[in-house]
C-alpha cells in the first residue's frame, strides 16, 4: 500500500510504502535506485543484509536509512516481514536533516545514529499502531522535523531537478548549465551535497525510470527497440548495459517478474532471480 504524505511534508516525503509478506522461506529482495532514499522500520522481523553459505546471516538494524544507490543492493528475509518504507523527495533527507546526502550515498545506516533516541520511541509506536495510527505517527515525527531544523536555500536544486525531470533524464550538462545559469562545477558539488548524486548519474535513473514506465503500459504492438529510443537511449546495447549496471538483469527479465513488490523493489528465492 502506498500512501502519500501530509500536504505539509510533500516537499521532503514522496510517500509512505506499507508492504507485508507471509512468507517464510528466504526470499532476496532486490533494491535498485529509483532517484530517492529512504528509512525503512521491519515492525515484524528484521531483514539480513548478507547469507554466508546461507547459514551464517549478518542481520539489518530494525530501522534503517538507506542512501542513493549507485547500482543495486541484495537484502533477505527469513520469515514474515512487515515493512514501512519512508521514501524522500531526492533533495527531502538533506532537507529535514541537515547532513550532505553523499555522506549516505550506497550506504545503510541505522536510523539511531542519526535521530537519536526518539527514532527507537517512533519505532515502538509503529508497532503498537494500525496503518492509520502509523501514517499519523510518521506525520507528527516528520512535521516536528520541519520545525526543529533549518530549512537550506534550494532554489538551484529544485529548479535543476524540474528540468531534469520534465526532460525525463534525457539531456546533456550543457543543456542544464545554460537552464540554471550556474557553472558546470557548482551543480555538481549542490547535487552531491543535497541529493547524494551528480546531475548526470541522477538523470540516468530518472531515464532509467522513464523507460520502466513506458515498459509498464506498453502495448502488444510494441517492441522493445521502440520503447529504447523513446526513453533516450542510442541502441538497444547501451539500455541493457545500463539496465544491468541499475538492477543486475535485463528489461526482459524485469517484464517477466512477478515479484515486484514496487518499481525498484523486487522479490525472488535465492536460488536464482528466475
Not at 514506465?213 to 545500463?242: P, R, V
Amino acid at each position: 500500500m502506498q500512501v502519500s504524505p501530509s500536504k505539509e511534508l510533500a516537499p521532503y516525503i514522496k510517500h509512505y510504502l506499507f508492504l507485508d509478506s507471509a512468507a517464510t522461506a528466504i526470499q532476496k529482495l532486490r533494491l535498485f535506485s529509483d532517484g530517492n532514499t529512504g528509512l525503512v522500520f521491519s515492525l515484524k522481523n528484521k531483514l539480513i543484509s548478507g547469507l554466508d553459505n546461507y547459514e551464517v546471516k549478518n542481520y539489518l538494524p530494525t530501522s534503517f536509512i538507506y542512501g542513493q544507490l549507485d547500482g543495486f543492493k541484495d537484502i533477505y528475509s527469513d520469515n514474515e516481514i512487515s515493512l514501512i518504507i519512508v521514501v524522500f523527495q531526492p533533495n527531502g533527507i538533506h532537507q529535514l536533516l541537515g547532513i550532505p546526502a553523499n555522506e549516505f550515498q550506497d550506504a545503510i545506516i541505522p536510523v539511531e545514529d542519526v535521530l537519536g533516541q526518539k527514532a527507537s520511541i517512533l519505532q515502538e509506536q509503529l508497532s503498537e499502531q494500525n496503518n492509520q495510527g502509523r501514517i499519523e505517527h510518521l506525520n507528527q515525527f516528520f512535521s516536528a522535523l520541519i520545525v526543529t531544523k533549518p530549512i537550506s536555500n534550494q532554489f538551484i536544486i529544485n529548479n535543476s531537478l524540474d528540468f531534469i525531470i520534465a526532460n525525463k533524464g534525457d539531456f546533456t550538462l550543457k543543456q542544464l548549465v545554460d537552464y540554471t545559469g550556474y557553472t558546470e562545477r557548482h551543480l555538481e558539488r549542490k547535487f552531491k551535497e543535497c541529493i547524494g548524486l551528480n546531475p548526470k548519474k541522477f538523470g540516468n535513473v530518472i531515464r532509467l525510470h522513464h523507460f520502466l514506465k513506458l515498459l509498464k503500459y506498453k502495448s502488444q504492438e510494441t517492441n522493445l527497440t521502440t520503447i529504447c529510443y523513446d526513453a533516450g537511449f542510442s541502441d538497444q546495447s547501451h539500455l541493457i548495459k545500463e539496465f544491468r549496471k541499475h538492477t543486475g538483469i535485463t528489461p526482459k527479465e524485469y517484464l517477466v517478474s512477478t515479484g515486484k513488490l514496487t518499481n525498484n523493489l523486487i522479490k525472488t528465492s535465492v536460488s536464482g532471480l528466475f
